[in-house]
């Protein structure tokens, strides 16, 4: 009779175990989308994309942003000044792709978007093929 309350036990602490292992499991992911282009017009007013979230049916509630991938495109004779904004804070990027991880710990479901502002006398420019992918926790 004992060895079956321990076999038992040891059953429910596996199922358990499992189960714990699944949730953390299931809070890791990751999303990608892209938005559309923008037109930057003016040096002295930066121009922000539509918000970029995760997509319907993400499994995002409580996690936070881990790192975060992102592309855009642009004629290689018109640089812009370009940032990736959260609502908490706006990291400067340096190049048209790359990937940072200083949004890290942020709330994933924040929407994000990218801003961009001309330097002083540059012609308009339209930055295009706008996404990043999100790996969160």
């Known amino acids: 009779m004992g060895y079956l309350k321990v076999g038992s036990f040891k059953t429910v602490l ?6 714990i292992t699944m949730s953390a499991y299931a809070a890791t992911g990751s999303w990608s989308t892209e938005v559309p282009s923008v037109l930057v017009a003016m040096s002295d007013r930066a121009v922000s994309s539509q918000p970029i ?3 319907a049916g993400a499994q ?8 975060i991938h992102w592309r855009y495109q642009m004629p290689v004779n018109a ?6 904004c959260h609502p908490e804070q706006c990291v400067p990027l340096n190049a048209m ?4 991880s200083a949004l890290a710990g942020k709330q994933v479901n924040g929407p994000l978007h990218f801003r961009f502002a001309l330097t002083p006398g540059q012609r308009p420019v339209r930055v295009q093929e706008l996404q990043v992918i999100v790996n969160y926790q």
Not at 60 to 67: P, S
Request: zero cysteines.
């Open 53 to 55: 979230q995760p997509p």
């Open 14 to 19: 596996m199922v358990a175990l499992s189960a």
């Open 79 to 84: 640089p812009v000044n370009a940032w990736l």
């Open 60 to 67: 995002v509630e409580d996690a936070a942003i881990g790192r």
């Open 97 to 100: 792709r790359g990937s940072t």
